[in-house]
Each structure stands twice: as C-alpha cells, then as structure tokens.
C-alpha cells in the first residue's frame, strides 16, 4: 500500500510528478503510487544478483566515442527550426513569461 | 496480371527489373489494398499522391535500365521515422501537428534506393507497450483472428499488420525490447533486429537510446535482407553508428549451415508457456540439425534478471529523452497559469498513460538516493547479461529460442496489467540489452491456427550468421499460411 514507508508514498508521486514535469490530480497520486510500488516490487529481483566487482554497461557496442572537428556542420535554417513552434513571431518562439 | 500485392519484395524488385509490371500499376495494387484494408488500422497518415509521384519516377528510371536496390517498390514506414514534409507523430498526442523538416537518415537511404513509400504506420506511443494498444491513434488489428480481434504485437504494430495483410512490400519497424520480434511473430512475418549501431537513429524519435535499433518487417527472410542492407550503414550523425563495411545480407541467406554449431539457452523456457511454443521450439531443433546444424545445450543464468533490467534501463532512458517535450519548440503546448504549469498541463495531456507511467518510473529510478539501488545495480545487471552470452559464444554460433511465450491475444486482454504485457517481451529483450542481431522466422500455426515465431540471435556484428540459420529455418518451416481475408 501507498502508505508503507519503505515503499513510494503519494508523497513521493507528487514530488516524482513535480521533477517529470507532469501535472497530477491530487486524488490519483494514491493510485500511481500504487501502481509504481506494483512494479518495483516485481523489479526487487534485481538486488538477487552479485554484481561485486561488475562494471556498469554504459554502451551497447564496444567502440570508442567518435570524434571530429568542431566545426559547424549545419545552420541558416531559421524556418525549418521554427516551422513546428507552437507560437512564433518574427522569427523567435513565443514562450510564456519565465522572468517576473 | 496475378495479384502484385501478393509478390514478395524480391520478386516484385525482379518484375519491376524485367518490365514485368510497373512501379505505377504494383503501387496503384497497393494503394487500392491499403483503401480496403482500413479496419485494420494500420496506417496513421497515408501519402498516396506522392507514392503514384514517386512510381512515376521510378518507373522512369527503370525504363532507362537505372534505379536503385528498392527502385519503385511500395512500402510503409513506422511512424517512429522522421520524414521531410510529411506528419510523424510517434504514436503521439503531443507530436499530432509535427511535421519534420528533414529526413531520417534510414529512410533518406531507403529513397535514395528508389522506395515509393506509402504512408507512416501505428505504433505503440514512443514505441512503449506490446500490443499497439497504447497508440493516441487507436490500435491496430492483427489480420490473423480468432473469434474476436487480436493485437498485431508491438510496438511496431503497423508494420507488422500491414505486411501481413499484404498492403505493403515491406516495412520499416524498431526494436527496443522486441518492438520488431514480437509483432513479427504474433503476425506470421518475418521481423530482424540488426547488431546495435548498424542503422543510424538520427532523425528516429528516441525512446531509449541505449537500445533503440531499427530493422525491417517483411515477407521473407531474403526481403529482410534486402530492405535491410538499404537501411543500414555508417552514419557521422549518429555518435553510436557503426563505422564498418555492411556484409552482403542477401549473399548470406541460403547459405550452408553445415556445422554451425547452435545453441540451446536452458533458461528459455517460462512457467505457463503453452506446450505448442515448447513443442515448436523443439522442432526447430530438428530442423537445424536436419540440415546440418551441430546442437549445443549452453546456460544464459541471467536471463530473468532482463525484464526487471529493462524496466529500469529503458524508463531512466526515456524520462531524460522525453524531456524535451516542453511544449515550447515544436509539439502541443497547453497554456497553464505559469511557465512550470504550462509545462505540466502540456505534458501531462500530450502524453498518453503508459508513457506518463514510464516517464515517472524513469525519473524514480535515476532520482538521489535511488540511483545507485536502481539504474546503477540495473546496469551492472547489464553487464552480468552480455557476459553470459559471450561465454555462450564460446560454444556456439548463434541461438535458437522461441521468439514469444505466447500466441497474438485479444485487444484489451492486458492492457491494464503492466507486468503481464510486459512478459511478452522475456525472449527478446536480452538481444537489446546486449546489443545482439536477432531475427523472428513464422515457423508453425498453433491450435487455434495462429502464427508462432522462432528466434535466432547471433553474435555482435553477426548478421550473416543470422540470415543464414533463419533461412534454413524458413526453408524448413515452409510457412506460407495467411490470414483469412475478413477486412473488406
């Protein structure tokens, strides 16, 4: 349940939401946080496994990071960046006020 | 003139060759074929008058005897692939009005070649979930049935459908967990997963970038080969692109699997598995070895741990690549009554539940005082993974699994159970966690004349090895069973 301390709390769900960006009706946090202790209790398995000396898997593939010149490699496509903005004047995305 | 939808890709590149038929008339087949097919759901946007365009062209340049390894073949293109000028939605609410201003590099390849493409196809919203249930677009049908509608898998859903439907030649599709293996399997077509990095992501909506590998879904196992040898190849923009020469995929289909030595993972096997899919599976056995193929029994302990691995992998991935869905750029915005409430209610309402789900669990995991007992042990766990099969490399040179505990079951049966959807994928997500090729071959209908896949995985950089075995699979398995035709 949503209460137990070891698990994730509603309190938690509404901090999680908070950090996802994501906005939450007050009355679902209790269900999510049902929902989210359901499936970590199903990944708990995990903490089975001896990894004592493992390296974490950081790439898929055994190559070395590419490099290359820094150099601009693209650009002057102002109307295509602009193209999908939901709002956008004179050649700038229109945002909403972030500064007081 | 016999029915052109019904070619495969290899004969209809060959008719096409000869002047046997068109680009026009085996696209305008097509194009009528999808028209009927609309129950199944499989299309999100259609682009016929620049399909009938693109034939023309086509057809131009077959004439003069030219034209590239796709020249005036009709196929579709998952929705996941970005392409210049025409809507890609991801499956997605919050991208419903995107259209790209540029091409992804996969499907650039693929037009350089001569593709006509059709449209864009359903999926999974972001390619998350199992069935195509969780598409802001409505499912897709599976064209295989039994009584009532079935999922077509997923998430590359539409692709799957549609080619099994014979709408389209071919498909494009991704695979993060099993997104091209499963719905291959649930739907009698033949679905390849290449080696991570041999198909460039640029311009591929990211769900988790770490996993996240395109491939084809198509008839046969040659087709595959051939869509793939168009899609694949080195790729500046994409740090994580391979920078090696692709094999001749074709060349290596048909090839003699005369004592390649095949491994058998003890662990594929799964409480409550139907016997068929065990029964299947030991068929497959005896079809390797009756063509040669030298049986290993090898152990890949880790192979439990790779769901719960994903689970945690995957969500942190996506939560950070989902980020950029602001509303502010490009994608829905929903006015709030400040920038964080924007933000919020934008997101909120453009992300359907299962990716909110997803985004949330993400952010949990990689969270202080949660990374280190979550995403960290997760990517330990990930190493245990790969290390298991380069001891099993050491056998043998490829394995034989089944593709999918199950059957193609009804629309809504799991889809409010995540960890029993999430089961559809145990068999194939080890491929993706590790970075593996691995192909679903259909091999047998079960009780209920549904389509059942076998899998083979091979080594990194491996794909040769891997069209050769599931070849040799196909040739045994001789499936030619199709769907009933009940959409029109």
């Known amino acids: 349940m949503s209460t137990d301390n070891t698990g994730v709390t509603a309190e938690t769900v509404k901090k999680i939401a908070r950090l996802s960006r994501l906005h939450v009706e007050p009355d679902r946090l209790a269900h999510l946080a049902d929902e989210m202790n359901g499936l970590l209790a199903w990944i708990e398995q995990l903490g089975e496994v001896d990894v004592q000396g493992v390296e974490p898997m950081t790439s898929a593939v055994e190559m070395d990071a590419p490099l290359r010149e820094d150099v601009i490699t693209d650009g002057n496509v102002r109307d295509k960046v602009l193209y999908n903005a939901p709002k956008s004047e004179a050649g700038y995305f229109v945002v909403p006020r972030s500064v007081e | ?488």
């Open chain 2, 1 to 488: 003139m016999s029915d052109l939808t019904k070619l495969s890709l290899e004969a209809a590149l060959d008719g096409l060759k000869t002047k046997e038929f068109s680009s026009v008339e085996i696209t305008k087949a097509h194009i009528d074929a999808c028209m009927d097919a609309a129950d199944l759901n499989a299309f999100i946007t259609t682009d016929f008058t620049n399909a009938m365009k693109s034939a023309e062209e086509s057809d131009v340049k077959l004439a003069k005897g030219e034209g590239g390894a796709l020249e005036g073949a009709p196929l579709g293109i998952k929705d996941l692939f970005c392409t210049e000028g025409v809507k890609t939605t991801a499956g997605s609410k919050i991208l419903g009005d995107f259209t790209p201003q540029y091409e992804s590099t996969v499907t650039a390849n693929m037009k350089a070649d001569g593709m006509v493409m059709l449209g864009k196809l359903n999926l999974d919203e972001f390619a998350m979930g199992s069935s195509n249930e969780t598409s802001y677009y409505n499912p897709v049908i599976n064209p295989w049935r039994k009584d009532e509608d079935l999922v077509p898998g997923g998430s590359s859903g539409g692709s799957a459908s549609a080619v099994a439907a014979n709408i389209c030649l071919g498909a494009t599709a991704t695979d993060t967990g099993g997104s091209i293996r499963q719905p291959a399997s649930f739907t009698g077509t033949t679905g390849i997963k290449p080696t991570y990095g041999r198909c460039s992501r640029w311009g591929v909506v990211a769900f988790a970038s770490s996993l996240d590998q395109a491939g084809p879904i198509t008839r046969t196992v040659k087709d595959a080969a051939i869509m793939l040898q168009s899609m694949a190849g080195y790729d500046a923009k994409d740090s994580t692109s391979i920078n090696k020469d692709l094999p001749d995929f074709k060349a290596a289909c048909g090839k003699s699997i005369k004592g390649m030595k095949i491994g058998i993972p003890k662990e594929y096997t799964m409480d409550g598995m139907p016997k068929e899919i065990e029964n299947l599976w030991q068929q497959g056995i005896k079809w390797l070895q009756s063509c040669g193929a030298e049986i290993v029994h090898v152990s890949l302990p880790h192979t439990k741990y790779a769901l719960p691995a994903y689970y945690i992998v995957a969500p942190a991935e996506c939560s950070s690549n989902l980020a950029r869905y602001d509303g502010m750029r490009y994608g829905d915005r929903v006015e709030g009554d400040n920038l964080y409430d924007t933000y919020e209610r934008t997101r909120a309402e453009g992300f359907g539940k299962e990716v909110r789900r997803r985004i949330m669990m993400g952010t949990y995991v990689l969270s202080a005082g949660y990374y280190d007992a979550y995403y960290l042990q997760a990517q330990k766990v990930r190493t245990k993974i790969a290390e298991d099969f380069k001891q099993a490399w050491e056998k043998c040179d490829a394995l034989l699994t089944p593709t999918c505990p199950s059957a193609a079951f009804p629309v809504g049966r799991k889809v409010n159970d995540p960890v029993t959807m999430y089961l559809n994928d145990i068999f194939t997500v080890t491929a993706n966690l590790a970075g593996l090729p691995a192909m679903s071959v259909p091999a047998a209908l079960d009780n209920n004349g549904l389509p059942l896949g076998l899998q083979i995985i091979g080594r990194a950089l491996d794909e040769e090895t891997v069209f050769a075995a599931s070849s040799a699979l196909e040739a045994c398995a001789g499936f030619t069973a199709k769907p009933e035709k009940w959409w029109v």
